[in-house]
């Protein structure tokens, strides 16, 4: 199949991605640009597993304030070099990071970090849920672990749908960054305020 320049333009908006590794995408995957995504989300992976042992010592402090002042997020993004902490797309992500972290209010970045009395409260919750609704006792541990990677899914800032397109989760967003900017990045650290809460 011949790729054409419009196919790769459509594929580099959909994904961020070089114009290069979006032909090769395409390519790879016969002009397919579902399986072309998928082929540079795979990639995204492998290039931030590789860069993952890297310190990540420059970066930016992003904030994000709601309309009206009620509700604010700080969030720490690290990554390897002064020279990325100033490119404009390192810097949106940091930016659409602290809406995302404002709309979806995770407790934690990882399931690691959650805390163990939450995590041992849900866990209370999810077996006397399913005790009560009569459900044998061997069923009853597969319920619950469920609904605990639910919780996760929904508790951890990487295991998040992003906000702006849930057919991503942080941690794909992330992978797509370090993929495209060839650096380590973390999200490190985030504190979100809502005056009453």
């Known amino acids: 199949m011949q790729i054409t320049s419009q196919m790769v333009k459509e594929l580099r908006d959909k994904t961020n991605a070089g114009m290069m590794d979006c032909k090769k995408a395409l390519g790879e995957t016969g002009g397919d640009m579902e399986k072309a995504v998928d082929f540079l989300r795979q990639k995204g992976l492998a ?9 990540t010592s420059e970066g930016v402090i992003e ?29 949106e992500f940091a930016k659409n990071i602290a809406m995302h972290i404002a709309a979806a209010a ?23 849920q399913a005790k009560e609704s009569g459900k044998p006792e061997n069923i009853i541990e597969k319920i619950v672990d469920g609904k605990i990677d639910k919780f996760y899914s929904e508790a951890c800032l990487m295991e998040q749908k992003y906000v702006k397109n849930p057919d991503l989760t942080i941690q794909d967003l992330l992978n797509e960054l370090i993929a495209t900017l060839g650096e380590n990045i973390t999200i490190k650290r985030f504190a979100r305020f809502q005056v009453g809460a």
């Open 47 to 55: 290039v931030a597993r590789k860069r993952a042992d890297r310190a």
């Open 63 to 91: 904030t994000y304030i709601h309309a009206g002042g009620k509700l604010g997020v700080m969030v720490e993004v690290g990554c390897e070099t002064d020279f990325v902490a100033k490119n404009s797309d390192f810097q």
């Open 106 to 128: 995770p407790l934690s970045i990882t399931r690691e970090e959650v805390p163990t009395e939450a995590l041992e409260r849900e866990r209370n919750i999810y077996t006397q």
